[in-house]
Nanobody
Framework: QVQLVESGGGLVQAGDSLRLSCAAS????????MGWFRQAPGKERKFLAT???????YYADSVKGRFTISRDNAKNTGYLQMNSLKPEDTAVYYC?????????????????????WGQGTQVTVSS
């Protein structure tokens, strides 16, 4: 199975930037779609961004223009670059990987469609 290990979370100030990393095990990383989700205290987990194995990206409206998802297949690592952070961005951030292919972008916004998940990393944005 694929294992994902996240890093890069921490405490930052509003307006600051942060880059999260997701290191994946396994030789099949390059064939997987990658996604990022977050969960604030007392709220449901929400989709943030996804990137296909070929590089196609899609973002939730809440982070579009501020967050950038990317991947380095040679390093078996996915990234989420977060700029202009706001206090409402405070949450536990999770990376995920999906094997199943879909031609529908909406498919990759659903957390149930990802087979593998990281442990999460806390991001706290102070005002």
């Amino acid at each position: 199975q694929v294992q994902l290990v996240e890093s890069g979370g921490g405490l930052v100030q509003a307006g600051d930037s942060l880059r999260l990393s997701c290191a994946a095990s396994g030789r099949t990383f390059s064939t997987l779609a990658m996604g990022w989700f977050r969960q604030a205290p007392g709220k449901e987990r929400k989709f943030l961004a996804t990137i296909a194995s070929g590089g196609f990206t899609y973002y939730a409206d809440s982070v579009k223009g501020r967050f950038t998802i990317s991947r380095d297949n040679a390093k078996n690592t996915g990234y989420l670059q977060m700029n202009s952070l706001k206090p409402e961005d405070t949450a536990v951030y999770y990376c995920a990987a999906a094997r199943t292919f879909s031609s529908l972008t909406r498919y990759y916004t659903g957390e149930r469609n990802y087979e593998y998940w990281g442990q999460g990393t806390q991001v706290t944005v102070s005002s």
